[in-house]
């Protein structure tokens, strides 16, 4: 009975920033919960008022997830039509960018040589990148952090190096870059790893430093070797802060790519945006603005998925 | 008086930024094997510190703790922790946190088949095999340190380390606690140092106990030996004017001679 009460609690409040998909699932669990609660209680009255006040949250919760976001598109909306209408009339009505969405949308992976790529393609490249720049940074910043979470010394040696580099922007680094690679595209992919590493340093070094003394002690006892410490506690223990570093990286990375290929041009969303403003087709930027923001949502969901497999507190 | 564990004129100083700190001074106890110590004192005296030294967690600025006659300066299996705060890890289940122990304790020593069916064995002496395949974040906390006990048992050590390993717990659930040790200490005959601050539980579950002074420079105050007859029975206790002695006498000890000037 104790634990149906803990449970029940955590999946009523579904948290305001959960989206709208979540909604059906949420409240299917809810229910499931209050037929466990129902058979350990066994008094009908109390469980239908209770079946009714769930129904109730639900629909309450229904209404806040997708009225209140709608409600929010429909002022910008206005806002847009009244710059479009009043302001600035190069701003292309919604009807116009909608038109064009459905042009760019309907074959996304269109292939008319290297110059026309459907816009699938655009965002496929520029995702490319994006994870090879990541994967790179990944590969060298969790050992990184790691020695740096482990040893004060090596802590003291770089940390002074990385406080002076990480608030640089990355795309300072394409003219290095450039310079060393002779090729955009390389070129490209190490921004990306300057981006991600960043966090994925220090948010594995603090995970390392974060692991409980006990843990230690606990190894301690049971006279567990280097290696056996590293595998069995250190890695395990320190996982969900590495995945909080991933994260973000890979969120900063995808705001970084869009800037990073309008300089380096060839195929990418970046550029993509670029390339439409170099011909004033303003609709297809709006178009590439939304679809932007789109795959960056499906990266954080992603990323937040794979951490909560691993958030051992839940 | 056999000499099982023996701690030898114990002193430990810590180093701090306000300068060295004396801690304990001059600790010197004789264990016998089987037998059930409780140190008990006021929260600071130095009560873990005795405990960290004797599981190697710490190590002492002067004297000795010999365990059978060996001098021991480094934690291992023999002197099991079970820690107050469980330590369990999270990411483990109630099955693999204890069986972890069990491979590295008996690894030469035992089959893969007879390393699973002694943790389970273990699981079952406290009453958790039902929650084998749980993670400790699935159960509550007098679930978590039954299994930071089994976990310790299963190491089958020569010395039995308890860090107020009930400090954490409801009232009842730390009855239900102690009841089991009880009936773990009777069947398996332990040797087990354990840190309380709760006389009543001392005076339940102890051979002796061992009352240390206010740090710092703690030191052993009084050993009292409690000779009620096992099995005991916390209920029929409540009613026995000799236990009732005997808890005076800790009481007296605690709140008369050793209380803190700023409490």
Same mark, same amino acid.
């Given at each position: 009975m104790k634990s149906n009460i803990v449970r029940l609690t955590p999946q009523q409040e579904?948290?305001?920033?959960?989206?709208?998909?979540v909604i059906p699932e949420s409240a299917s669990n809810a229910a499931s919960t209050a037929t466990r609660a129902t058979k350990s209680v066994e008094k009908i009255p109390a469980s239908t008022t209770r079946n009714y006040a769930l129904w109730r949250a639900s629909g309450t919760t229904l209404i806040k997830n997708i009225f209140l976001p709608v409600l929010t598109f429909l002022v910008v909306g206005v806002i847009w039509s009244y710059i479009h209408s009043h +302001?600035?009339?190069? +701003?292309?009505s919604i009807a116009d960018t909608w038109t064009r969405a459905k042009e760019i949308l309907a074959?996304?992976?269109?292939?008319?040589g290297p110059n026309d790529m459907g816009i699938g393609w655009q965002v496929l490249y520029s995702l490319g990148r994006v994870l090879g720049g990541f994967a790179l940074a990944a590969i060298v910043g969790i050992p990184v952090g790691f020695v740096m979470g482990m040893s004060e010394n090596f802590q003291k040696a770089v940390q002074p190096l990385i406080q002076i580099l990480?608030?640089?922007?990355?795309?300072?680094w394409l003219p290095i870059g450039l310079l060393l690679f002779k090729a955009v595209n390389p070129s490209a992919i190490f921004v990306i790893f300057i981006t991600s590493i960043w966090p994925m340093i220090m948010n594995t070094a603090a995970g390392v430093k974060a692991i409980p003394k006990d843990y230690m002690n606990v190894a301690a006892v049971l006279r567990l070797g280097k290696l056996e410490i590293t595998r069995k506690i250190l890695l395990p223990a320190t996982l969900p802060h590495v995945i909080t570093g991933m994260r973000l990286s890979l969120s900063i990375a995808w705001m970084v790519i869009v800037a990073a290929e309008m300089l380096?041009?060839? +195929?990418g969303i970046g550029f993509y945006v670029w390339d439409e403003w170099n011909n004033l087709n303003v609709p297809s930027i709006i178009v590439a603005i939304f679809i932007i923001g789109i795959v960056g949502i499906i990266l954080e969901s992603v990323m937040t998925l794979v951490h909560r497999h691993f958030d051992y507190s839940r | 008086m056999s000499n099982y564990l023996s701690l030898e004129n114990v002193g430990i100083t810590f180093k701090t930024q306000n300068g060295p700190?004396? /801690?304990?001074?001059?600790v010197s106890i004789k264990i016998e094997k089987g037998e059930y110590v409780t140190m008990i004192g006021h929260?600071?005296?130095g009560k873990s510190t005795v405990l960290n030294i004797v599981a190697g967690l710490l190590t002492a600025t002067e004297g000795v703790v010999l365990l059978e006659n060996k001098e021991v300066n480094a934690p291992g299996p023999d002197r099991a922790v079970v820690f107050q705060n469980h330590s369990?890890?999270?990411?483990?289940t109630v099955y693999e946190n204890v069986r972890l122990g069990v491979d590295k304790v008996? /690894?030469?020593?035992?089959s893969k088949a007879e390393r699973d069916e002694w943790t389970k064995h273990n699981l079952k002496l406290v009453h958790m095999e039902h929650a084998?395949?749980?993670?400790?974040?699935?159960?509550?906390g007098g679930m978590k340190q039954r299994v930071g006990i089994a976990r310790a048992l299963a190491m089958e050590p020569k010395v039995l380390l308890m860090?107020? *390993?009930?400090? /954490?717990?409801?009232a009842l659930t730390r009855a239900h606690l102690q009841d089991s040790v009880m009936e773990i200490q009777a069947e398996l005959g332990n040797t087990v140092i354990m840190i309380t601050h709760d006389v009543d539980e001392a005076v339940l579950l102890s051979d002796r106990i061992v009352m240390l002074t206010n740090? *710092?420079? /703690?030191?052993?105050g009084e050993i009292l030996t409690?000779?009620?007859?096992? *099995?005991?029975?916390r209920l029929a206790l409540a009613e026995d004017p000799h236990y009732h002695h005997l808890r005076g006498q800790v009481l007296e000890f605690l709140y008369h001679r050793q209380l803190r000037p700023a409490a």
């Open positions: 579904s948290p305001p920033e959960e989206s709208t998909a +302001i600035a009339p190069e +701003i292309p074959d996304p992976l269109a292939q008319n990480r608030p640089v922007s990355p795309l300072a380096t041009g060839g +195929i | 700190f004396r /801690a304990l001074d001059d929260s600071g005296c369990l890890l999270p990411w483990l008996f /690894a030469k020593t035992k084998m395949d749980k993670r400790p974040g699935e159960i509550s860090d107020e *390993p009930f400090g /954490a717990l409801d740090g *710092p420079s /703690a030191t052993i409690v000779d009620l007859p096992r *099995p005991r029975n």
